[in-house]
């Protein structure tokens, strides 16, 4: 079982100089989700160093809400494909293989998806734009199964870089539709070719929540 990963995460920055870490660094989402307006306008990331997450002994994300701050999460819990990510003040993303499947603490969370697991590997063999079905529940304002139509394209190969770290990974893309709602939006997933791990993603959760963007700066073990 995981400890108290707030209580650890704490340790961890005073070890090395708590004062200079500042709110939004595993934290102070809450803030940022509560005055969504103003994040939209822009902040100044902190920036996250190689060093801060080779102090910090969990596997962690750089976590971006539209414009809003960039904050570090760690790990809180792995179940087997499904990771569940933490910042301090109790904000938690659920992915599986790269995918949200699962908010919490958001002024509009996503309950449930399904399918929750998507093969993007296998979209990468392929030449065809392969399409599927999607269906997410909310809580704010409350939606269940809203259906969405779904297209996957590939972009080829692209090298990023994450905190300091180069990879050549395939870029793919989810374009997402309800023409009830009129909402289109569209995903991005940077995968590994050799072993499909998705290092960084832009998602689309709601309406009206701006993209999520994950970055794993320390990927989990096994």
């Known amino acids: 079982m995981f400890l108290n990963r707030f209580f650890l995460l704490a340790l961890c920055l005073s070890l090395?100089?708590?004062?200079?870490?500042?709110d939004n660094v595993a934290g102070s989402w809450r803030y940022s989700f509560e005055t969504l307006?103003?994040?939209?306008?822009?902040?100044?990331d902190f920036p996250i160093t190689r060093e801060l997450i080779d102090n910090i002994p969990y596997a962690s994300i750089r976590l971006k809400i539209g414009k809003g701050p960039a904050g570090l999460l760690i790990l809180e819990t792995k179940a087997g494909k499904k990771n569940t990510w933490i910042s301090a003040d109790q904000?938690?993303?659920?992915e599986r293989e790269g995918k949200i499947i699962r908010t919490l603490g958001l002024t509009n969370n996503l309950t449930s998806i399904r399918p929750q697991r998507i093969n993007l590997?296998?979209?990468?063999?392929?030449?065809?734009t392969p399409m599927y079905k999607s269906f997410?529940?909310?809580d704010n304002p409350e939606v269940f199964e809203l259906e969405l139509n779904v297209k996957v394209f590939s972009k080829g190969l692209e090298e990023i870089e994450i905190v300091g770290k180069k990879y050549s990974l395939i870029h793919l893309t989810e374009e997402k539709e309800n023409r009830y709602l009129r909402w289109k939006s569209k995903d991005h997933y940077w995968v590994d070719p050799e072993d499909g791990f998705v290092w960084r993603s832009i998602q689309n959760i709601a309406p009206n929540i701006p993209p999520i963007l994950i970055e794993v700066t320390k990927k989990p073990a096994g």
């Open 37 to 44: 307006k103003s994040a939209l306008l822009g902040f100044e």
């Open 121 to 128: 590997t296998e979209f990468v063999k392929t030449k065809d």
């Open 136 to 138: 997410i529940s909310l």
């Open 91 to 94: 904000i938690k993303i659920v």
């Open 16 to 22: 090395i100089g708590c004062s200079s870490i500042p």
